[in-house]
């Protein structure tokens, strides 16, 4: 099981940006795959988790609204998306993986994508 | 949402020292609880899943134990590896979240 995430990004507040986990060594499909964010020197935060088969997915009521998840199974991709970022979104973000259902522990992460908002 | 604690929030040792950390839900969580280890610079890696199952290809010197809403991570004989941060993360219901975290650094 690997999970390669996009480079680091430097963007200006009120730009867009979709960072991309691609996943590899198993079926995509078959495995919830979720987001979470780190901020610089906190802690972790768990974001929301998508589906691949359906797209089903479950926001963080703190990131409802705030970002976007999506996957294109065709390339076993997942993306964390936003449309209009802001200083705060400053943070490294991983995607990982559930290793069983819905309500599951995650057992393989991305390597981390450090996203960093300033004017 | 489930809130969960963490003590110490810190904690300097030796290397060969016993070593526990202990997590806090605010609800009963049965045993939908994972342990994680964070090193500086690098993602977090799963350590113990469902309270006290130990992760393939983690030490044994890492047990856990608890259920409901009390928990603990205990390290027996601490290495230089295991200077870290260490989470623990509830996933009884949504949304998932984590404790602050426990950070081992060398006495």
């Known amino acids: 099981v690997q999970l390669v995430q996009s480079g680091a990004e430097v963007k200006k507040p009120g730009e867009s940006l979709k960072i991309s986990c691609k996943a590899s060594?198993?079926?995509?499909?078959?495995?919830?795959i979720g987001w979470v964010r780190q901020m610089p020197g906190k802690g972790l935060e768990w974001m929301g988790i998508?589906?691949?088969?359906?797209?089903?997915?479950t926001y963080s009521p703190s990131f409802q609204g705030q970002v976007t998840i999506s996957v294109d199974k065709s390339i076993s991709t997942a993306y964390l998306q936003w449309r209009s970022l802001k200083a705060s979104d400053t943070a490294m973000y991983y995607c990982a993986r559930l290793a069983t259902s819905s309500t599951s522990w995650s057992d393989s992460w991305g390597q981390g994508t450090l996203v960093t908002v300033s004017s | 949402a489930i809130w969960m604690t963490q003590s110490p929030s810190s904690l300097s040792a030796s290397t060969g020292d016993r070593v526990t950390i202990t997590c806090r839900a605010s609800q009963d969580i049965s045993s939908y609880l994972g342990w994680y280890q964070q090193k500086p610079g690098k993602a977090p890696e799963l350590l113990i899943y469902a309270a006290s199952t130990l992760q393939s290809g983690v030490p044994s010197r890492f047990s856990g134990s608890g259920s409901g809403t009390d928990f603990t991570l205990t390290i027996s004989c601490l290495q230089s590896e295991d200077f870290a941060t260490y989470y623990c993360q509830q996933y009884y219901s949504y949304p998932f979240t984590f404790g602050p975290g426990t950070k081992v650094d060398i006495k």
């Open positions: 060594g198993y079926t995509f499909t078959n495995y919830w």
């Open positions: 998508i589906y691949p088969l359906d797209s089903d997915i």
